[in-house]
């Protein structure tokens, strides 16, 4: 007489290793997709320089900053949305008045991005409402390097409604 194994109807091994399987998958960490973020926030008035930033990404390592001075008018609800592609390698940051045009007069303007090199970078002075398209900026009136998007002194006409950047993930941060 054999030894008794421990195994019943011999199919004990199979659900010993299935129950280790799941319990190795269900142990391992977790690889989190960004859903979009929107966050609202004020453009205020004044004249005087005002920051907005927002974190995205796994540990938050992408970060978008708006900073601006604008003048006339009150507050404006705006709104900053941030998303990352499936692999965490590209990143987007857009920044608009979800009513379309702004009435703020825009004395400067800048996006910036951290940890991201920007592939792609756009500013309007209308966002799209209702039937109405965007209205890009004339190419003269702003500048995008690897790492902003912002006014040129003297060529902006003070009009701002959306900013749209495509960011991809630096080397250090691959």
Request: hydrophobic share 35%; aromatic share 10%.
């Amino acid at each position: 007489m054999a030894a008794p194994s421990g195994r019943r109807n011999g199919s004990g091994g199979a659900n010993l290793w299935v129950s280790l399987l799941l319990a190795a998958v269900a142990l391992r960490p977790v690889e989190t997709v960004s859903e979009p973020t929107t966050v609202a926030f004020d453009v205020r008035p004044g004249g005087v320089v005002h920051s907005f930033s927002q974190n995205v990404g796994p540990g938050d390592k992408y970060t978008c900053v708006f900073t601006y001075a604008s003048q006339g008018g009150t507050n404006e609800k705006w709104q900053m949305s941030l998303g990352t592609s499936e692999d965490h390698q590209h990143f987007t940051c857009t920044i608009w008045r979800p009513q379309g045009k702004s009435y703020l007069y825009f004395t400067q303007f800048k996006a910036e991005v951290q940890g991201a090199e920007i592939e792609y970078g756009m500013a309007y002075s209308k966002a799209a409402f209702e039937k109405e398209s965007d209205v890009p900026l004339k190419n003269e009136e702003f500048e995008v390097t690897k790492t902003a998007v912002f006014h040129r002194p003297g060529a902006f006409k003070a009009e701002l409604s959306k900013l749209v950047i495509v960011a991809k993930a630096t080397r250090s941060e691959l």
